[in-house]
């Protein structure tokens, strides 16, 4: 175990009806490094996800860098959900701009940042649209950048690809090596393999809410150990 970077122990998840989603999961991950979390639908991907962005109640302790989750500063872990949650109603600027402005910061360099990362993923023409005149990538985009504006420590990114072609793996792969330099962490759920297979470091595998599987990406690829892992991958090729 890696005293730094980042450490979960005896994660577990019951909902009220009983049902364990998560049981007992350990994992630990150098900082600067991407994490891809793999496994069959319903498996308990996102919801590892909301439980380290601390949206979710569970039981068991999360650590990053000697730090106890719960206790870093708000907005050190970011997370892209899914579908986006974009604000329908608010413009483009305005979806960047809400959550830092809450955090008490000055206007004008919130303005300048927003400018910064809508000019760096292209979309600086979208100041003044809404949600709903964007693209599926467009949106997608836009929420990274609406994360990326709280300087997040963690970025936690829910199916980063449900939005796009197939084509546009490779755009999406080099997106998320860049956002990689912005930020200390990256952790990504997926179903898609070739995008994992590009930009994972580890492979956590998950089944029924069991870690099946925890490893160097390349190791995991080469040549998974469990079964449910082997035959997920023979699967998906
Ligand atoms: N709030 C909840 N109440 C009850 N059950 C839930 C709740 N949230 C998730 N679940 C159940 O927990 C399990 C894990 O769900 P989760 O969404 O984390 O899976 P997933 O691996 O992200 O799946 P997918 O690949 O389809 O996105 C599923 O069986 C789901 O039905
Ligand atoms: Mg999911």
């Not at 100041?127 to 964007?134: G, I, K, S």
């Not at 599926?136 to 980063?160: N, V």
């Not at 072609?165 to 179903?191: G, K, W």
């Amino acid at each position: 175990m890696p005293k730094s970077g980042f450490i979960a122990k005896n994660i577990s998840k019951t909902v009220s009806s009983g049902l364990d989603i998560l049981k007992d999961i350990h994992f630990s991950v150098p900082a600067r490094k991407t994490l891809v979390l793999l496994g069959p639908s319903g498996s308990g991907k996102s919801t590892l996800l909301r439980c380290i962005a601390g949206i979710e109640n569970y039981s068991g302790t999360m650590v990053y860098e000697g730090q106890s989750l719960p206790h870093m500063e708000k907005g050190a872990i970011g997370l892209v959900f899914q579908n986006f949650q974009l604000f329908p109603h608010k413009t483009i600027m305005e979806n960047l701009m809400l959550a830092p402005l809450l955090k008490g910061g000055k206007k004008a360099d919130i303005l300048k940042k927003a400018y910064e990362l809508l000019e760096h993923f292209g979309l600086k023409d979208k100041v003044d649209a809404y949600p709903h005149q964007l693209s599926g990538g467009q949106k997608q985009r836009i929420a990274i950048a609406r994360s990326l504006m709280m300087a997040p420590k963690i970025l936690l990114l829910d199916e980063p690809t449900s939005a796009l072609d197939p084509e546009m793996v490779n755009d999406v792969a080099a997106l998320l090596s860049d956002i990689r330099a912005s930020c200390e962490l990256l952790v990504i759920a997926t179903h898609e393999l070739r995008l994992a297979e590009k930009i994972a470091d580890y492979v956590l595998f998950l089944d029924g809410g069991f870690v099946a599987e925890m490893r160097e990406a390349s190791d995991f690829f080469k040549d998974p150990h469990s079964d449910r892992a082997k035959k997920f991958i023979a699967n998906m090729h």
